[in-house]
């Protein structure tokens, strides 16, 4: 079994992506990492070489400054990645994700006993989306998402969050995953709040809207957070030591939307009959 490992970073440091922790934490259960780098304005590919790691392969890019559709432009970045994978297996993460040492070598079992299963087309992870500090996720959103992909079907990203497949009648659908036996630690949320914005600045366009005015994480709805009991990987203790935010305020000014009221009954439901019902982006098998 061969496993690649990919991404599409630009201008990663700028706008205080854990990158190098995330490229380190999947090491170890790749063959090889095809690390996608768009033309930016800091040393983001120089990070990546710096890593020194034989199984790291840089391929350059120049992003489609026109292409304003929902997002398009990171699955045409997520495409290039893949594109160069040659495992059985391609298995990305974003720049933000990071794996868990202590689940790595149950994730590699898990793809290798389903490798001649060919119903098996993906494999879906739980998420831990910290929002604002470390010690705090975000529950309102996908708390599950497929991050590896059987690497001999034809699949495209229409953005940089999920897969189509597209069967022989070229009509797209999500694949059939199983579990992946493992988590994901999402940190772009408790990033410092200056760089968050100029993330946000950066990035809107390619939404083609405008996020101008981040002031902080405390625009939320407090009964959409809960605390983090876990531990985190140990490639993170210095990314959190020095570029995690520390302390959480929800705005006092902040008034519940009817999305938030939306989630609130999304969330007795959940605990009422203890049941899992976020967007998936997969079809499970389990």
């Known amino acids: 079994m061969k496993v690649s490992g990919f991404t599409f970073l630009r201008n990663a440091v700028m706008n205080g992506y854990p ?25 983001t590919r120089d990070r990546v070489l710096a890593i020194a790691d034989s199984k790291i392969r840089v391929v350059d890019s120049l992003w489609n400054e026109s292409m304003q559709d929902r997002g398009f432009v990171y699955g045409q970045q997520k495409m290039i990645g893949q594109y160069n994978c040659s495992g059985d297996w391609a298995f990305y993460l974003e720049g933000d994700e990071v794996l868990h040492e202590s689940e790595l070598s149950n994730i590699r079992k898990t793809m290798l ?63 059939r995953a199983k579990y992946a036996g493992g988590n994901i630690y999402h940190y772009g949320h408790c990033r410092h709040v200056s760089k968050m914005a100029e993330k946000l600045k950066q990035v809107g366009r390619y939404w083609g809207s405008k996020h101008e005015n981040f002031k902080g994480y405390g625009s939320v709805d407090i ?39 939306r989630n609130r009954v999304r969330f007795w439901i959940e605990d009422f009959l203890g049941v899992e019902i976020s967007k998936k982006h997969y079809r499970s098998l389990d």
């Open 19 to 43: 990158f190098e922790e995330s490229i380190k934490s999947m090491l170890p259960i790749v063959d090889e990492f095809i690390c996608v780098v768009g033309k930016g304005e800091d040393d």
């Open 113 to 175: 006993d389903n490798l001649d299963n060919p119903q098996v087309e993906a494999f879906y992870f739980d998420f831990f989306h910290f929002y604002g500090t470390p010690n705090q996720i975000g529950i309102a959103g996908y708390r599950r998402a497929p991050r590896i992909i059987r690497n001999t079907i034809r699949s495209i990203a229409p953005d940089g969050l999920f897969w189509t497949v597209m069967d022989k009648n070229k009509r797209g659908r999500y694949p």
């Open 223 to 261: 009964l959409e957070l809960r605390p983090f009991k876990g531990s985190h990987p140990d490639v993170m203790k210095s990314w959190l030591e020095s570029e995690a935010e520390v302390d959480f305020v929800q705005d006092p000014r902040y008034c519940v939307t009817y999305r938030d009221r």
